[in-house]
């Protein structure tokens, strides 16, 4: 399965969009909401959206192309609870998600993101704080996030952001083994295709489901400082160690 990269740090993917808000996207805007970000061809989120009628699902992916056979799809079988959204997330999700109705958004997944392995394409990175601190401002207490992938290199700076934050605590059955616990199993009831070709091969998923706490989201420049600081102890300000 060959992953097909478009570098969102480009002036085309850095013009934000308005995106419509959830009555112009669902036939009944009041049900929970569930938003996976990344969601490439949508088959996941199309299957997903016919077992779970009683939420609405939106897709929202970089790559157009996607988003317009994800779209296709939807509109053939009818289904009013899906809708899939071309954006960059990092430039166009932040606002939207400020103006959901409180309690609305009830499950976030980010789903083996795009591997930018090299340190100067970091920023490339689907989650980047901002975007975190804009998921955990529209979660109410109790709701979900969550994230995998087959790439540790991917999965952990994934994780340094969520858990620096201080918004969100792990949550689900874990299996110990190396230094970080990971779920054993996928707590959504349908895998992607990128889980099932992985799987498939042998080889290990690293997952892991968080619930959002009740504490406020932090200023994004003192998350950036906490990221920083991990990343170089020795640096640590004062206010931080």
């Not at 009683?54 to 897709?59: A, D, E, K, S, V």
């Not at 939207?96 to 100067?120: C, M, N, R, T, Y």
């Not at 540790?152 to 952001?161: Q, T």
């Not at 895998?191 to 290990?204: A, D, I, K, N």
Request: glycine residues 4%; proline residues 10%.
């Amino acid at each position: 399965m060959v992953r097909q990269h478009v570098n969102p740090l480009s002036r085309f993917f850095q013009q934000p969009l308005q995106l419509p808000p959830p009555p112009n996207l669902f036939a009944n805007a009041a049900l929970p909401l569930h938003l996976d970000i990344g969601c490439a061809r949508g088959r996941f989120l199309l299957a997903l959206a016919e077992q779970q009628p009683q939420r609405n699902h939106l897709g929202v992916e970089i790559r157009r192309a996607l988003v317009s056979a994800a779209e296709a799809d939807r509109q053939q079988r009818q289904l009013t609870n899906l809708h899939y959204l071309f954006c960059n997330a990092n430039v166009s999700l932040e606002g939207w998600l400020a103006e959901l109705p409180s309690g609305l958004l009830e499950l976030v997944s980010i789903q083996f993101p795009d591997p930018w392995f090299k340190k100067k394409h970091h920023k490339r990175r689907v989650l980047q704080p901002a975007l975190l601190l804009a998921i955990a401002a529209a979660l109410a207490p109790g709701k979900q996030l969550f994230v995998q992938s087959d790439v540790l290199a991917v999965i952990e700076p994934m994780l340094a952001v969520i858990e620096a934050s201080g918004c969100f605590e792990p949550s689900g059955a874990v299996q110990a083994g190396d230094d970080a616990a990971w779920l054993s199993q996928n707590p959504l009831p349908l895998p992607t295709e990128r889980e099932t070709y992985v799987l498939e091969q042998g080889l290990p998923v690293y997952r892991r489901l968080y619930r959002r706490n009740g504490n406020p989201p932090p200023a994004l420049q003192s998350l950036e400082e906490r990221l920083q600081a991990t990343d170089n102890p020795a640096n640590t300000p004062p206010s931080l160690a």
